[in-house]
């Protein structure tokens, strides 16, 4: 029971004190000034002539800075409070924006306090006019910007990092490009110089040849020329050197120059393939070894026609396309690939090329490539193609079977190299001779 | 090309009036100057413009290479002069447009009749080895940037009601917002550094035709010195302090800014 | 298309055997280079490489085919091509292969 009693009155004394005390509270706010608020608000105010010089400033402000107040009202203006770079902002852009607007909001400055350190505000400035519009003053309010600063900095710097970053990016990928155009340009000519830039005029001879890089990335190793010889004779050959790239082209080279050179010393074409077999050999005797396959031969003009002596080492057979309409193979049987074997053997083929005869000489880039129907094509194919054009002259034999390079699209993974050499029918002949 | 289209050129006043072009600094745009206009209309023909990167002027003509010299603001001011085919000009250029208007008037001299440099500097960096004050250092001027940029953030967002919802300023319309706030923070950094990183004091020699230096007793980006200087370099130049704290004396004193132009513009030549 | 070549070492009467399954091209061919080099060799025996599962073979398979022959010559061993596939076979034979290298079971 005392105790029922003594909660009572501790409850009663209670009441009133909790009662006293919202009262006092009350007041105090009641008493809280318009000029208290202004000293303490939680923002910093000021107050200058249209010129900057300030006139009044609270003491949240003089606080954050460390002046006291005689230190500023009347001796600095407010561009003096700010950092070096805000005052050329200010001057730039703030001061010309309020001056043209009367007001400003928002803006991001820095202050520089008394003992140096900086301080990020947010700003924004009013300009009072009197009754007339005439301006007055300037009134500013100055926010505590230093968390939303170091917030925005963590933005910029995210965003100058990722402007970075895409600009390496841009920059790399352009330097990639430049330099792969650089290099296809340096592939093309290179190409260029393994392939006789155009084919000379052969009387009595038609001419014609084509070349299908598989890449324009990468040099390929198929070759061929066709070039004159002693005598009234010509001399030709077309070959494919194993891989690609710039060790193919540089084999290729080697074996283009040591053709032609053979066959100035000899027309023999079986001598020819042996010497580029010996160039091959001591050239790449080592752990890389380098070979090719080829065919080579000789052009006599006669009076029936063009007599043809060949030589093939491991190479995919000369096609001749006949005036009557068929096509044979012409096989060097025994023929070795040329380079790498210690023993290599190379055969010889002769055939007369009559009037409306043509020969096709070509690289396993035809006879490999992946039909559009799923297998590859082959040389029964190519034998069937060539039997249905025939007969054809080179021009059109060249043209035709371009075609047929372009119907694989994709399924052509290789170069392809081809030439074809042909005798103008008769009545061209005739023709010409009327 | 089109320059009148492209620096958003504007031409008052009446057309056989003398011609006064006026050109702005950086930060603003031909703006700036509307509190003059009205003064100066009445006797000369008046060509306001925006260098390419500024105000309403037209983006896509903006490239980094051009508009990193002075020359490159300089080619703006030929191209409108060579379009509009304006001679006897009265360049008035404020702040940077001084030392722009120093570069054109050297290279199309017959264009030019009178040079106005409100508030120039021919070098904002100090060079302690010739005991110049320019009144700022490098680093300063690194400063400026990361004011720039700082603003960039918030800047069209808290900028654009403010000025769109002015009822007291209804010249201020939508267009004035767009220009004046919108300043592609790029192409403002790029004036800035061209601006603040320019020395044009060797340039001044070359003047030859009739100057005015129109300085502020107050002012924070041209100090005096530069003044001075500027005063000094060029012969037969005019000084003339106007009584007005700031940068800008043609918004913090357009009556003595504009008379004294029209002073200088339309004394005899 | 799958460029890919799986090799199955082991062994018979004669010696070593290695037995190819898939396309022995450009992308394929040093692991043929790899696998002859791995397999020990000794003078009489025979290596043999079955290329009954070899579908297609580009002249980088056949440099690497003449590079396993030299290093067999080269042990005093010898190799056998075993079970060609037509397809291939043709290609040898083109390139005279077919009278360097030994084929069997044809």
């Known amino acids: ?434 | 090309m089109d320059a009148v289209s492209r620096n958003n050129v504007k031409v008052t006043g009446p057309v056989d009036g003398p011609v006064v072009m006026l050109a702005h600094g950086f930060g603003c745009d031909q703006n700036m100057w509307r509190l003059v206009v009205p003064q100066l209309v009445e006797h000369f023909r008046v060509v306001l413009f925006d260098y390419v990167g500024s105000g309403n002027a037209d983006p896509s003509a903006w490239n980094r290479e051009r508009y990193s010299s002075l020359e490159g603001y300089a080619d703006d001011v030929l191209e409108i002069c060579d379009q509009l085919d304006l001679t006897d000009v009265v360049f008035v250029g404020h702040s940077v447009s001084a030392m722009v208007g120093v570069l054109a008037a050297a290279r199309r001299p017959h264009r030019f009749a009178k040079l106005i440099m409100v508030a120039p500097s021919p070098c904002y960096i100090d060079d302690p080895a010739t005991g110049y004050t320019g009144g700022f250092t490098a680093g300063d001027i690194d400063e400026l940037l990361e004011s720039l940029d700082s603003n960039y953030l918030g800047w069209s967002g808290a900028m654009a009601p403010v000025i769109m919802g002015n009822p007291d300023r209804p010249e201020l319309g939508q267009e004035l917002t767009n220009s004046f706030c919108a300043t592609d923070p790029v192409m403002a950094s790029v004036f800035a550094h061209t601006t603040f990183h320019s020395d044009s004091r060797a340039d001044l020699a070359s003047v030859a035709v009739p100057t005015l230096v129109l300085e502020c007793s107050q002012d924070v980006i041209a100090p005096r010195e530069a003044g001075a200087f500027v005063h000094a370099a060029i012969p037969g130049s005019r000084l003339v302090t106007l009584d007005a704290t700031g940068h800008c004396p043609q918004l913090s004193a357009p009556q003595a800014t504009g008379t004294a132009i029209m002073e200088f513009a339309g004394a005899a030549r | 298309m799958t460029p890919e070549l799986t090799i199955n070492a082991g062994h018979n009467a004669t010696g070593p055997v290695l037995a190819l399954v898939g396309d022995l091209d450009h992308a394929t061919a040093p692991q043929l280079r790899t696998a002859v080099t791995d397999t020990a060799l000794t003078p009489g025996q025979i290596l043999t490489l079955d290329l009954s599962a070899v579908a297609f073979c580009d002249s980088s398979g056949i440099t690497a085919l003449i590079a396993a022959h030299r290093r067999a010559l080269a042990q005093e061993a010898d190799l056998v091509l075993a079970d060609v596939p037509a397809r291939v076979l043709r290609i040898l034979r083109i390139l005279g292969l077919d009278q360097v290298l030994r084929l069997a079971g044809q």
């Open chain 1, 1 to 434: 029971m005392c105790g029922t009693a003594d909660g009572e009155h501790e409850r009663e004394t209670g009441h009133d004190s909790v009662e006293e005390a919202e009262r006092a509270q009350f007041s105090a706010l009641l008493e809280d000034s318009a000029e208290d608020l202004y000293e303490h608000a939680p923002c910093g105010y000021l107050s200058t002539m249209l010129d900057g010089q300030i006139a009044k400033v609270n003491t949240t402000l003089l606080d954050w800075l460390g002046y006291t107040r005689d230190q500023l009202v009347g001796r600095r203006r407010f561009a003096d409070l700010l950092t070096v770079g805000g005052k050329l902002y200010h001057e730039t852009h703030f001061a010309p924006l309020l001056a043209m607007q009367g007001h400003l909001s928002g803006i991001a400055l820095e202050l520089r306090a008394a003992d140096g350190s900086r301080l990020p505000v947010l700003v924004t400035s009013t300009v009072k006019t009197g009754s007339d519009g005439q301006p007055l003053l300037i009134r500013t309010t100055l926010f505590d910007a230093r968390d939303r600063r170091a917030y925005e900095q963590e933005l910029l710097r995210a965003r100058k990092s990722a402007e970075q970053a895409q600009s390496q990016a841009e920059t790399a990928h352009q330097e990639a490009e430049t330099e792969r155009a650089r290099l296809q340009q340096v592939v093309a000519i290179l190409q260029k110089s393994l392939l006789p830039p155009q084919l000379p005029q052969v009387p009595g001879l038609d001419a014609a040849s084509y070349y299908h890089p598989a890449s324009v990335d990468e040099i390929g190793g198929d070759f061929y020329d066709l070039f004159a010889l002693a005598g009234g004779r010509w001399g030709f050959f077309l070959g494919d050197v194993c891989g690609k790239g710039p060790e193919a082209a540089s084999a290729t080279s080697l074996i283009r120059y040591t053709l032609r050179a053979a066959f100035l010393a000899d027309s023999d074409p079986v001598q020819a393939l042996a010497t580029v077999h010996a160039a091959l050999h001591e050239r790449y005797a080592g752990e890389d070894p380098r070979y090719c396959t080829a065919i080579a031969g000789t052009l006599t003009p006669r009076p029936d026609g063009i007599a043809v002596t060949l030589a093939g080492g491991g190479h995919p057979s000369a096609l001749l396309l006949r005036a009557d309409g068929t096509a044979e193979f012409l096989p060097t049987p025994g023929g070795t690939l040329v380079g790498i074997l210690p023993r290599p053997h190379f055969s010889t083929a002769h055939t007369l090329l009559g009037p409306g005869d043509t020969m096709l000489l070509y690289t396993d880039g035809l006879t490999e490539a992946r039909t559009q129907a799923g297998p590859r094509y082959s040389e029964e194919d190519l034998h069937t193609f060539a039997a249905a054009l025939a007969p054809a002259g080179a021009a059109a034999t060249i043209n035709a079977l371009q075609g047929l390079l372009e119907s694989f699209g994709a399924g052509l993974d290789d170069d392809t190299a081809l030439l074809a050499l042909g005798v103008p029918a008769a009545n061209t002949i005739e023709g010409a001779a009327g």
